[in-house]
């Protein structure tokens, strides 16, 4: 494959019932020591266009090994991911990161921002590091702040705000360039519940309002409600679905995703 064919801000292209990504039979196995783990055994799934998608699964199920493949943090031993008809295990280690940077946006439960930079110049960083020139870098910016609501804070430094206006500055950064694809790794982990209410609501209207698809990994049925469909994993495997009727409602979610892993 020649030099990057990965591209910024078509995101708006295609159908709004378009497929963003493309999970098939994928694999993923670990050695340490004289033992192997199969974390993933043979997990397929597909997201649309606007899609909120929340994992779930007990600690060891597979959830983030299956982020980090999404997210071509890692390749997979068999199977493919195709995120935006691009099969990322095809691409080189630089079209990768590329990719990575360009069309997705990656959140964690730590917030990874650097403590002497403000609010704006920790969004900005990836376009800076990217070689983006001045005023692109600005426009882009004030816009990925306002979608977090965060502009009051932007010039406030990571000790000056609280934990959820820390992971809404990482959500800004993520947004940065226009993603199609997000994927939140149990953004809410360190945070007390008013605020995770607030990133979970977050979540759901960027991958409404945004058109992006979002795919969310949780232990808690209420961030899972936010969703508009759960996958639960279980030993690497997909057990099953808790479907947009059930999702919405956090006591549903909770009883139906017992019933599934009991
Ligand atoms: N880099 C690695 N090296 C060895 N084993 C790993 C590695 N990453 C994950 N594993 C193993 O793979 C399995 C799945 O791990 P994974 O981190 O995907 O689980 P998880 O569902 O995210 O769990 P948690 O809820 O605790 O975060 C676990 O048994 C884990 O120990
Ligand atoms: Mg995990």
């Known amino acids: 494959m020649s030099e990057p064919s990965v591209h910024q801000g078509t995101s708006e292209a295609g159908s709004a019932d378009s497929i963003i990504l493309r999970v098939e039979g994928v694999h993923k196995s670990f050695r340490t020591g004289g033992s192997t783990v199969h974390a993933l055994r043979g997990v397929s799934l597909e997201a649309r266009r606007g899609e909120f998608i929340a994992i779930m699964g007990a600690s060891g199920s597979g959830k983030s090994t299956l982020i980090h493949l999404i997210g071509g943090l890692d390749l997979p031993d068999q199977g493919r991911i195709v995120v935006e008809d691009h099969d990322i295990s095809r691409l080189s280690d630089r079209q990768r990161t590329l990719f990575r940077r360009r069309r997705l946006g990656i959140i964690f439960q730590a917030y990874n921002l650097l403590p002497t930079l403000t609010a704006a110049e920790n969004?900005?960083?990836?376009?800076?590091?990217?070689?983006?020139?001045?005023?692109?870098?600005?426009?882009?910016?004030?816009?990925?702040?306002?979608?977090?609501?965060?502009?009051a804070?932007?010039?406030?430094?990571?000790?000056?705000m609280s934990g959820g206006e820390q992971q809404r500055v990482a959500i800004a950064r993520a947004l940065l360039n226009n993603p199609a694809l997000v994927l939140a790794d149990e953004p809410t982990g360190n945070l007390d519940s008013k605020y995770a209410h607030e990133i979970w609501a977050l979540l759901q209207r960027i991958a409404a309002e945004g058109h992006r698809t979002v795919i969310m990994v949780t232990h808690e049925a209420a961030a899972a409600s936010f969703a508009n469909r759960v996958i639960v994993l279980k030993d690497g495997e997909i057990i099953g679905q808790i479907r947009p009727e059930e999702a919405g409602n956090a006591t549903l979610v909770a009883g139906r995703y017992q019933e599934l892993t009991s």
């Open 123 to 151: 969004v900005a960083l990836p376009l800076l590091v990217d070689g983006a020139a001045g005023t692109e870098i600005e426009t882009r910016t004030i816009e990925a702040i306002r979608q977090v609501h965060l502009e």
């Open 153 to 160: 804070r932007a010039t406030h430094r990571p000790q000056a």
